[in-house]
């Protein structure tokens, strides 16, 4: 079959055709969850819709001998992805291996300065000097130069699929990943490992949040803020347990927190809260 897309796994978890069924699936998910995600980025959106989805197929061949996909896109009407489609998925593919391998550069080298607790910048510029590269670090200058918008907002949306991969590269059951168009290819090896987990820091500022403090669970101090639709995972001491049993799943809370943010998420959007203080609808109405 022709391929668009070839991802090549090597490892004691697929020898001699016999695979393992849990990193079976765990490649074929995630892979399939990045490709619809940098798709997505591609398009100009944030995820992709059921319909475009159902618009996208993938047809994907098993090699055996290690482990080797080879994917090709499948479009149901070509008119929606414009000039995307018009080669059968060939720039589509290039596109897509050229955005994962820059954002997982990105996310190295912001490792390196996340590893160090420096504070650094991303910072988008129209041009690189020749042979500079899509990502450049300037460790004096303490930023990440990227010449594409698209290549943080690929690192961001494909965090954790990718970091679902990252972290089975152990050398040995998996030893490395390789995903490649018909121009572009890169390898994920264990070194890649350090831009996975969480760097989290609490922000030393308070924000009110107006939401419900729900899945509580009041000895270990933990649960989550219902907050605009949106959940956050929360902390607290045990000095104000009292307060929030007093409050626990009633709407329009006023919380004061701390936001906690993931440096390794590339953004500084809060992640999870501290909370400080609570506030009861009735009592905002009195004062």
């Not at 892979?31 to 475009?52: C, K, P």
């Not at 129209?126 to 450049?136: D, L």
């Not at 972290?167 to 290819?185: A, L, M, P, V």
Request: glycine share 6%; net charge neutral.
């Amino acid at each position: 079959m022709n391929r668009d897309i070839r991802v090549y796994t090597k490892g004691n978890a697929f020898q001699e055709g016999v695979y393992d069924l849990r990193s079976l699936e765990l490649i074929i998910n995630s892979y399939r969850s990045i490709l619809d995600r940098l798709i997505a980025v591609q398009l100009g959106r944030r995820q992709l819709t059921s319909t475009i989805k159902n618009q996208i197929d993938y047809q994907v061949q098993v090699n055996s001998g290690s482990l080797e996909l080879l994917i090709d896109f499948v479009f149901q009407h070509k008119e929606i992805f414009a000039v995307l489609a018009a080669d059968g998925g060939y720039q589509l593919s290039e596109i897509i291996v050229k955005l994962l391998r820059d954002a997982i550069h990105l996310r190295i080298e912001a490792a390196k300065f996340i590893e160090k607790g420096i504070k650094f910048d991303i910072k988008i510029v129209n041009s690189f000097n020749v042979g500079g590269g899509n990502v450049n670090t300037n460790l004096e200058e303490r930023e990440i130069q990227i010449i594409d918008p698209r290549i943080l907002w690929a690192a961001q949306v494909t965090k954790y699929p990718a970091d679902r991969l990252i972290t089975r590269i152990d050398g040995d059951y998996i030893q490395y990943i390789e995903i490649g168009s018909q121009g572009e290819e890169f390898r994920v090896t264990p070194e890649d490992r350090k831009i996975v987990g969480n760097k989290q820091e609490k922000l030393p500022t308070t924000l009110k949040v107006i939401g419900r403090l729900d899945m509580i669970a009041f000895t270990s101090h933990r649960g989550v803020i219902i907050s605009d639709r949106e959940k956050f995972p929360v902390t607290w001491n045990e000095d104000i347990r009292s307060k929030l049993q007093k409050v626990a799943d009633i709407e329009g809370v006023i919380f004061t927190v701390e936001p906690i943010i993931d440096r390794k998420k590339l953004h500084d959007n809060a992640i999870a809260f501290h909370v400080l203080d609570c506030l009861g609808p009735q009592q905002e109405m009195i004062i």
